[in-house]
């Protein structure tokens, strides 16, 4: 499969693939996809831009705006009857081959494949190859992790889980990495999905990223806290103080250099992390806040995160850093 991906990433060299998926990935990441590596994260960007020019598609032949938002859309009738089963679907109340038999689907499948054939233009008839490389690699792109083979039950997992734990779900992929907030080291999704379901004190922490009119203080208040619980700290303990202490443990035992990556972050960059997750979970509840006003700046165009404000070190340390680099090295250079 990572061949097919590479055959896509070639086949689009110079179509403008690479800059629409650098206004989510960083340069060298989309580098590597073009040619076929990053199997998992390939897989989930072209899906985002197959289902953004389908979209686009759509939007032409049932006459929407897509600048609105969902509320704002006028749906016709077709539209409304297949959102109204997929609803259904996520809430597991019917099977997905209900979905794929429905009328409403079905003309809306026409209609696309109608409009994509009026499409007559050297760089359309790119583009549509593209979709139809996807198309086809839906029936074979699966995880290539050894429990691939398994079909889960959506309604069954959902009702294992129980309605609190789906409603914290999506917080808990983006505190844990996901494509537009980074992932925390050596932190993975599974541990903190287990952390939520034996403690009700950190499930009700999470819910406040939930709420639409959450301050920033309560925000990164809320943030440290699950951070702190997540890296096993005290109740009462700030991320801080947890970091000075993890440190003194590792000096303490170690034999070997304290990496210093695996221990906590510092209250200052763990508030804009926690920033940009509560924004992006407010984003997939359809309330749009600024992205400058929650951990992001504007820089060339382009939305850059916020690593932290403090400097990393007190200025009297960072002057006695030496390098064994030749010439005249100033250590800001070396940041």
């Known amino acids: 499969m990572t061949s097919f991906i590479a055959a896509i990433g070639h086949l689009m060299i110079n179509s403008g693939l690479s800059e629409v998926l650098c206004q989510v990935y960083g340069e060298n990441a989309v ?5 076929g590596k990053s199997y998992a994260r390939t897989i989930r960007g072209l899906f985002s831009v197959d289902t953004c020019l389908n979209a686009m598609l759509l939007s032409r032949c049932r006459n929407l705006n897509l600048t609105d938002t969902v509320c704002d859309i006028e749906l016709d009738q077709d539209l409304k009857d297949t959102m109204l089963l997929l609803d259904k679907l996520l809430k597991g109340d019917i099977h997905v081959n209900e979905i794929t038999a429905a009328d409403g689907l079905r003309k809306i499948a026409t209609d696309l494949n109608k409009e994509k054939s009026l499409l007559n233009h050297k760089t359309s008839d790119l583009w549509l190859q593209m979709m139809s ?12 992790g050894k429990n691939s083979r ?13 309605e609190e734990m789906c409603e914290i779900l999506p917080l808990l992929h983006v505190l844990t990495g996901c494509n537009t907030v980074s992932r925390i080291f050596e932190i993975g999704k599974g541990m903190v999905l287990k952390k939520a379901v034996k403690s009700e004190y950190f499930r009700n922490i999470c819910k406040l990223f939930l709420k639409r009119d959450s ?10 806290t699950v951070l702190v619980a997540v890296y096993g700290g005290l109740k009462y303990e700030t991320l801080n103080e947890l970091r000075y202490r993890k440190f003194r443990e590792k000096v303490y035992t170690s034999n070997s250099q304290v990496t210093i990556e695996c221990l906590p972050p510092t209250s200052d960059s763990a508030k804009y992390h926690v920033m940009r997750v509560y924004h992006q979970v407010q984003c997939w509840k359809d309330n749009h806040l600024s992205s400058n006003e929650w951990g ?17 070190a007190p200025d009297s340390l960072l002057q006695m850093i030496r390098c064994s680099c030749k010439g005249d090295v100033h250590v800001k250079r070396m940041d």
């Open 296 to 312: 992001w700046t504007l820089l060339h165009q382009r939305y850059k995160a916020i690593k932290m404000k403090l400097p990393p």
């Open 215 to 224: 301050t920033k203080a309560e925000v990164m208040a809320a943030g440290e």
């Open 150 to 162: 398994y079909k889960w039950d959506i309604g069954t997992l959902r009702n294992g889980l129980g």
């Open 133 to 144: 490389m996807i198309e086809s690699g839906r029936l074979f792109f699966r995880s290539e």
């Open 31 to 35: 580098l590597k996809m073009m040619n």
